[in-house]
């Protein structure tokens, strides 16, 4: 199985301030028939389900706001949230859809310092 | 408007068994994937099994495999998982999720969950 490594566990950052997340993947998810990476970002708010952010390591879904973005660097990844406001305090969760099982990271809790 | 919906959730002893159901709405059901997946009280998200449009092809985690069935009824607009031999660390909520139409494994619509407590 891919094993999905989150860091840091939790970060506190300033309102307007920058936000970076940290995903490793065990091996690379990169499929090379279409050059994409196979890894997703959603965002779990305290007593909802998770909701999808971005596909494809760096495709925002529609109606995500465009201070959320992702990159990737092999079989690192990162997600950034450029200036932090009030309602992206979540846990956000890095996944593979590469291979099955579609292993989830452990979390990264965003607050608010 | 998407709506997915779980029910069957319950308390249950170790070694019983539970099924869980999804009831889908607000898009053709039987042209996406669907899968499971859960979170211990606390913890994070684990991905539990996952199924294809007819039903064919199914993939479950290790630690399920053997005794969770996915299953769907595409007439029903409903997605299944029975649960046999549950252990107490299958206590979870779980959640069904929409695969994406364009790639089925990008989970693009959640269920707000169900609660499965496994404890004698």
């Known amino acids: 199985d891919i094993v999905m490594t989150q860091s840091p566990d939790s970060l506190a950052v300033s309102l307007g301030e920058r936000a970076t997340i940290n995903c490793k993947s065990s091996?690379?998810?990169?499929?090379?028939?279409?050059?994409?990476?196979?890894l997703a970002w959603y965002q779990q708010k305290p007593g909802q389900p998770p909701k999808l952010l971005i596909s494809?390591?760096?495709t925002r879904e529609s109606g995500v706001p465009d201070r959320f973005s992702g990159s990737e660097s092999g079989t690192d990844f990162t997600l950034t949230i450029s200036s932090l406001q009030a309602e992206d305090v979540a846990i956000y969760y890095c996944?593979?859809?590469?291979?099955?099982?579609?292993?989830f990271g452990g979390g990264t809790k965003v607050e608010i310092q | 408007e998407v709506l997915l919906v779980e029910s069957g959730g319950d308390l249950v002893q170790p070694g019983g068994s539970l099924r869980l159901s999804c009831a889908a709405s607000?898009?053709?059901?039987?042209?996406?994937?669907m899968t499971w997946v859960r979170q211990a009280p606390g913890k994070g998200l684990e991905w539990v099994a996952n199924?294809?449009?007819?039903?064919?092809?199914?993939n479950y985690v290790a630690s399920v495999r053997g005794r969770f069935t996915i299953s769907r009824d595409n007439a029903k607009d409903s997605l299944y998982l029975q649960m046999n031999n549950l252990r107490a660390q299958d206590t979870a909520v779980y959640y069904c999720?929409?695969?994406?139409?364009?790639?089925?494994?990008?989970?693009?619509?959640w269920g707000q969950g169900i609660l499965v407590t496994v404890s004698s």
């Open positions: 199924i294809r449009q007819d039903g064919n092809d199914r």
């Open positions: 494809w390591a760096s």
């Open positions: 999720a929409r695969g994406r139409r364009d790639y089925g494994f990008i989970l693009d619509n």
């Open positions: 091996q690379s998810v990169l499929h090379t028939s279409n050059n994409k990476h196979y």
């Open positions: 996944q593979q859809y590469y291979s099955p099982p579609h292993t």
């Open positions: 607000g898009f053709t059901f039987s042209n996406h994937w």
